[in-house]
């Protein structure tokens, strides 16, 4: 190769911690997708009736309602 | 080109200007039995809601006319926010009238870039920011000293998350260059990256369990990353909604994920199904930050027609918080 200059060594520095870094999470130990969402599904599940977005909540409940009656002038 | 300095080019920081006051970063805190909202706008002032009363609780000039990310300390006794000031500032939250807060005010931060996201971490003491500059950095709050950098994106970095404290020192970062990276925070170092949306990617939120976690981005989609799986897992899109997810946040359970677009409406999927429950319409400008309540029974809507709105899951009751401090109870809407 004739001259490297200043960029171009820069650019292989670069390179050489993009691949460094491609090995680390390459080497990453990863599980099947079908035991991920299964994991994702059980805890839904097991969180379900705590979730009072989803459950909904008693009208009595709601923090949020008007708490005096509306007034007609 | 990132949509943040997009926004620096055409708005420009004005203080006279009653026009498009984008409200950007809201945080829910529940203390006893009222809730906390705080409100962050682009005229410079960070306001704390009391969302059970709509009444503004404090109010914070920052000499910085674009604030871009406000947090809630964990004990809820400090507040940090900052901005196009390329600093994040903490402030002791103070009930007592006589003091002024924007005195006590504590430099943390410094970047050189625009700072777009800011957490404490598990503590009062420290904080992690975003910044423009690409990078992520986590700070001791007392010394102001930096703790840790994260470099590795390759432009601006929008957003953060941290993981659930049970499943230990990580957090995810999103950015300008479509990538979204999970870091260790002790060592620096990036443990995992993903990098399949197609644009800018404007928030990331952990799911519940700490095993996943959720993305919002300008090109329309949502999408779900399993870390122990390490890919994507779930695509939240459909033909008609073709304007970018500005934030996004799970329901207690994890089974709903709730996020705002640029389009004014807010979108409900369903995690597991991957299919759209509900939309949800009523905010007049795009909506720009979301985030449901740590105990899950609401969320809260920001967005840039001045308002904040609350929404539980009963069906239809919304309350709007206008910023010009009258909190206005909207009773059913249908």
Known sequence: MSGKTASTTNSIAQARRTVQQLRIEASIER??????SADLMLYCEEHAKKDPLLMGIPASENPFKDKKTCVLL | MCDQTFLAIVFGPC???SNEKPLRAVYIKSEQLSYCSLCVEMDGKVIVWDSFTTNKEHAVTMPCTWV???A????GCAIACG?????CSVYPLTFDKNENMAAKKKSVAMHTNYLSACSFTNSDMQILTASGDGTCALWDVESGQLLQSFHGHGADVLCLDLAPSETGNTFVSGGCDKKAMVWDMRSGQCIQSFETHDSDINSVRYYPSGDAFASGS?????RLYDLRADREVAIYSKESIIFGASSVDFSLSGRLLFAGYNDYTINVWDVLKGSRVSILFGHENRVSTLRVSPDGTAFCSGSWDHTLRVSTGAPGWVVCFNRKGQGQGLGQEN
């Open chain 2, 218 to 222: 300008d090109d329309a989609t949502c």
């Open chain 2, 83 to 87: 901005g196009l000031d390329n600093k």
């Open chain 2, 15 to 17: 203080d006279k200007c």
């Open chain 2, 68 to 70: 871009m990310a406000c």
């Open chain 2, 72 to 75: 809630y300390a964990p004990s």
């Open chain 1, 31 to 36: 599980i099947k997708v079908s035991k991920a």
